[in-house]
């Protein structure tokens, strides 16, 4: 794993970035691995993400997967994890993963006993892009409800161009998981099942703690992992 700050000049949110490879076989080995649970077929958008109590203790524990305190992931051959952490608390606010042109935001929430809240923060996602000047249209995609975001964005050059998104959210056992796609698994479908396999293989650490809905739900660094000095300007 290779971790390092962002220099405190940047105006993007502080970025821990760890290199991930997977270990298991791959097309070039000339070998396939039959899904352990809480590994989802490809395809099959029944099959996750998951809840922890859906899965067995040992696939916490495999070699692919990395634990994110509410969230374990699970790697993919040239997938690079990066985490967004708070610069004053040090708390980790995002899950960000990254293969090639692609990444896939993860957060996770706390959520009622009684009903799902993604229907209302979708809404409000929506609602928050057109009063951007962008637009929002919602679409089916493999796991239920979806938006397509358009927005504004400007560059560091000051440049304003188009940006767009998918933001995927599923309702769990009192929680919220939502993923965003972005570049180019967001605008070509081709490029997208990477991104969606990894939101499947996603287990979700809900704890049984009370806690408030849409509550983030706490994230940490890989175990044994500590963060790089910070870099210099």
Request: glycine residues 10%; charged residues 25%; aromatic residues 4%.
């Amino acid at each position: 794993m290779i971790f390092r700050r962002k220099a405190k000049n940047e105006d993007t949110p502080e970025t821990v970035d760890a290199v991930e490879e997977t270990t298991g076989p791959t097309a070039q080995d000339g070998g396939t691995e039959e899904p352990a649970a809480g590994d989802s077929a490809a395809g099959d958008s029944a099959a996750g993400p998951f809840d922890v109590t859906e899965v067995d203790p040992a696939t916490l524990e495999a070699e692919d997967r990395i634990d994110l305190g509410a969230l374990v992931i699970t790697g993919l051959p040239g997938m690079e994890l990066r985490l967004q952490v708070d610069e004053q608390s040090g708390d980790v606010q995002a899950i960000l993963l990254v293969l090639e042109d692609s990444a896939l935001e993860l957060r996770a929430f706390a959520a009622p006993k009684t009903a799902g809240i993604w229907d209302e923060v979708r809404q409000e996602i929506a609602a928050e892009a057109t009063k951007m000047g962008g637009t929002a249209s919602e679409t089916e995609g493999p796991f239920g409800t979806e938006l397509v975001l358009v927005v504004p964005v400007q560059d560091p050059d000051g440049q304003i161009f188009s940006q767009t998104s998918r933001v995927i959210g599923v309702d769990g056992p009192r929680w919220l998981l939502r993923g965003t796609v972005l570049g180019r698994a967001a605008v070509e479908p081709e490029a997208a099942p990477p991104m969606e396999q990894a939101f499947r293989n996603v287990i979700v650490v809900r704890g049984s703690e009370p806690m408030a809905p849409r509550e983030s739900l706490a994230l940490k660094l890989p175990a044994g992992a500590q963060p790089a000095a910070e870099e210099e300007a």
